[in-house]
């Protein structure tokens, strides 16, 4: 009996083993995600594409989100700051408008309270209309906007976001006093849609990604697109060829929780990374017009900084601070 034991115990043992090298080792268990800004917006999107491309590359469990919008999403850093110290399963998405947002609202918690891991895209804002718009070039809106500055509704984000001050560099160019543009300020995603759709906003600008579907069924006419140069899948001029020196383009990012290890760091560094590789992922930034532009570690947190010096100067300029 002792050798049919001594054998069973052998092959238990052998099938356990087996058994844990066909099981995932997960990086990160159930990821939070903080998307500081409404559903359906820019940070919301990029969470959830994100989550789903942490559990495709077997980085991740499983996620879940919560969204807090609000003062250009410095009320969810806030949050996510105070409630996850420690815990690398804790990511907040950020971008260019929330440093916007920090030099506006100088919050007592800023993007020094937690730990920066990775850029991950940068995506160009697009000026775009409702299909019943009576503007069907640029230069159509252009000249109204310039004989009627108030007469135009731009919607966008939030006040002093990277939406505002693209529209106010523009209206620089055009010789437009800023406080002629009439700019309403929205909480992003589907709340700036529906006020285009109904009418209230006339020319709304943002990210492809949060009207790439009304784009496609004919809801939303793309007039311009604030990149450096054409975007493949977009068929609209940049506002450079159209003879206007703007670019306007907001990039994202994740931050992990304050108070994490190196080791923690880094593990969840390399998840996010991972995850980019993910056809989920690859898949998303050709629908999304995304441009790739990853960057980790204190590389990020240097970019970060500096992206604080270059939006606080715009503000300035744009007589927005």
């Keep these: 009996m002792s050798a049919l034991f001594r054998r069973f115990s052998r092959y238990l043992a052998v099938g356990m083993t087996a058994a844990a090298l066909t099981t995932p080792a997960f990086a990160l268990d159930t990821v939070k995600f903080m998307a500081p800004g409404s559903v359906g917006g820019g940070y919301?999107?990029?969470?959830?594409?994100?989550?789903?491309?942490?559990?495709?590359?077997?980085?991740?469990?499983?996620?879940?989100?919560?969204?807090?919008?609000?003062?250009?999403?410095?009320?969810?850093?806030?949050?996510?700051?105070?409630s996850t110290k420690g815990d690398p399963n804790a990511l907040l998405v950020v971008g260019a408008i929330m440093v916007a947002g920090i030099e506006q609202n100088k919050p007592q918690i800023t993007l020094k309270d937690v730990t920066p891991i990775a850029r991950l895209f940068t995506e160009y804002n697009v000026i775009a209309v409702r299909k019943e718009s009576p503007y069907k070039t640029l230069d159509?809106?252009?000249?109204d906007f310039k004989a009627n500055p108030p007469g135009i509704t731009w919607g966008g984000g939030s006040k002093g976001s990277i939406d505002h001050i693209g529209i106010a560099e523009l209206a620089g160019k055009l010789d437009v006093p800023v406080n002629k543009v009439n700019?309403?300020?929205?909480?992003?995603?589907?709340?700036?849609?529906?006020?285009?759709?109904?009418?209230?906003?006339?020319?709304?600008?943002?990210g492809y990604a949060e009207l790439g579907q009304y784009v496609k069924n004919?809801?939303?006419?793309?007039?311009?697109?604030?990149?450096?140069?054409?975007v493949p899948?977009?068929?609209?001029?940049?506002?450079?060829?159209s003879g206007y020196d703007v670019i306007i383009g907001n990039w994202r990012g994740v931050y992990g929780a304050a108070n994490l290890t190196p080791e923690q760091r880094k593990e969840v560094t390399d998840a996010v990374v991972a995850a980019n590789t993910s056809k989920v992922w690859q898949d998303n930034i050709q629908t999304n017009a995304w441009t790739p532009s990853v960057l980790t570690g204190d590389e990020f947190g240097k970019f970060v900084d500096e992206e604080h010096v270059r939006l606080r100067a715009m503000l300035v300029k744009v007589g927005l601070l």
């Design 44 to 82: 919301d999107q990029t969470a959830r594409v994100l989550g789903k491309a942490l559990i495709e590359a077997n980085v991740a469990k499983s996620v879940t989100f919560e969204n807090k919008g609000g003062a250009g999403g410095t009320l969810g850093l806030a949050q996510f700051a105070n």
């Design 140 to 143: 159509d809106l252009i000249k």
């Design 183 to 206: 700019y309403i300020a929205t909480g992003g995603g589907g709340e700036i849609v529906a006020q285009t759709l109904g009418g209230q906003i006339k020319v709304l600008t943002g």
């Design 218 to 230: 004919g809801q939303i006419r793309v007039l311009a697109i604030g990149a450096p140069e054409r």
């Design 233 to 241: 899948g977009i068929d609209a001029p940049t506002l450079k060829e």
